[in-house]
């Protein structure tokens, strides 16, 4: 294959997912949804009996190249995602935040493990936990729209709700991270007697005290540098140096997930620098112009359902009302325990419900150390178009019901 074939695919990728992106966005969903459905239309031209077209989308050559933009894609992602977060947030959420990632958490993974345990009990512990742990992630940017839009996002369920968020991305990671080195530890069991299972947790503690005091260090850099030569090109170049360095020293030396070792970067290098907003508008710019795009249509591209059988097909559908469920159920009891009101608890799991690109990611994870099937891909897709649509509505009717009949006032005692 010559280099210039891979121009095709590249540009075909990057214009269906720009055009589904929008579509997707003027339907009140996340551009995530868009950018699938590309892939999924770039898939279906393995369908036309045309060799040069299929090798050039579809050859091994092509497919290796995508696949490492992809993985250039979804580190720059999780990059981002680290540089957004706040860690003064969380020093202020208070006990309700923790409350309600905590049940937020641990509901739909115990629900998930529970799940793929029950349909599979021959794959093992922690298959079925991996099952759960992608049920973990979170993504409230629907979520803030919509409050924005009704003017709720500064009420004590927003702030709940982002606060939350914080720390379920962070709690998410760390779940993610112990999982996937145990995959890579080569560990089949969970007994801490275990040479493998002890030399897994050691190398996670020592990846994550070396990170931070790396990180440390690349703070005062940074803090020079910005003193020096405020909005320089360099600071953005050497942030990425140091996020794709942090991502190849996890998964090589530490068996942690590449993902995890660019969102700690980013969370050690933004946060409180004054540079992070500049920073983090060339990550994003780089990343959803091109690489970004790249990653979600090739998910798209391997969706398959040659995998599928009734028994899994009855486990995805499960496992989609456990994902739905699990956040909706955990989040909200969690806030009902720190006295939000009952009407307040259920929009608090409503606006934690949604799912997205992390999702995504940890699915991808998942598949490729071989713990989670690729048939599961349908399914993850469901989710994150099942809570993106009834997120908002859900949340706007609860409000405008609200509206409709204030504080105590029922439509029953109205009538009585």
């Known amino acids: 294959m010559e280099a210039f074939e891979l121009l095709l695919p590249l540009a075909v990728i990057l214009l269906l997912s720009k055009l589904m992106g929008l579509g997707a966005h003027k339907c009140g969903m996340p551009a995530v949804i868009g950018m699938?459905?590309?892939?999924?239309?770039?898939?279906?031209l393995r369908m036309i009996p045309w060799e040069p077209l299929k090798r050039a989308f579809f050859g091994q050559e092509a497919q290796f190249a995508i696949d490492v933009m992809s993985k250039i894609g979804v580190v720059l992602i999780m990059f981002s995602a680290g540089l957004g977060t706040d860690l003064k947030k969380l020093k202020?959420?208070?006990?309700?935040?923790?409350?309600?990632t905590f049940l937020g958490v641990a509901v739909p993974m115990g629900l998930g493990a529970l799940v793929a345990f029950l349909f599979f009990p021959k794959?093992?512990?922690?298959s079925a936990l991996f099952y759960g742990a992608i049920l973990t992630a979170t993504s409230v940017s629907v979520t803030v729209a919509v409050l924005k839009e009704l003017g709720k996002l500064d009420t004590k369920v927003g702030t709940a709700i982002v606060s939350a968020a914080v720390i379920d991305d962070?709690?998410?990671?760390?779940?993610?991270?112990?999982?996937?080195?145990?995959s890579a530890g080569g560990s089949g069991g969970w007994s801490w007697n275990d040479p493998n299972a002890a030399m897994v947790v050691?190398?996670?503690?020592?990846?994550?005290?070396?990170a931070i005091v790396l990180g440390v260090g690349l703070r005062k850099l940074f803090d020079l540098m910005e003193r020096r030569a405020p909005h320089n090109r360099r600071i953005p170049i050497i942030s990425l140096a140091a996020c794709f360095l942090y991502a190849y020293c996890?998964?090589?030396?530490?068996?942690?997930?590449?993902?995890?070792?660019?969102y700690i970067a980013g969370i050690l290098l933004g946060g409180t620098l004054s540079e992070t907003p500049y920073v983090e508008s060339k990550v994003d710019t780089m990343g959803y112009l091109f690489f970004s795009p790249i990653f979600f249509a090739s998910i798209g591209m391997k969706l398959s359902f040659d995998g599928i059988s009734v028994s899994f097909l009855a486990f995805g559908f499960v496992y989609v009302a456990a994902a739905l469920l699990g956040k909706l159920v955990g989040c909200g009891v969690g806030a009902k325990l720190c006295r939000f009101s009952a009407r307040d608890s259920v929009r608090v799991g409503l606006g934690m419900m949604v799912r997205a690109e992390v999702v995504l990611?940890?699915?991808?994870k998942g598949v490729t150390a071989g713990l989670v099937s690729d048939a599961i891909f349908p399914f993850v897709f469901l989710i994150i178009l099942l809570s993106s649509v009834l997120t908002p509505i859900l949340l706007k009717w609860s409000y405008r019901r609200e509206e409709r009949f204030p504080k105590e006032e029922t439509p029953h005692a109205k009538n009585s």
């Open 36 to 44: 699938l459905v590309a892939g999924i239309l770039v898939g279906l």
């Open 170 to 182: 962070v709690a998410g990671i760390i779940i993610l991270s112990v999982l996937t080195g145990f």
């Open 123 to 126: 794959a093992g512990a922690l």
């Open 250 to 262: 996890a998964e090589k030396f530490f068996g942690v997930a590449d993902i995890t070792g660019a």
């Open 202 to 210: 050691v190398k996670i503690v020592v990846f994550f005290t070396g």
């Open 92 to 100: 202020s959420t208070g006990v309700a935040s923790v409350v309600i």
């Open 361 to 364: 990611i940890c699915t991808e």
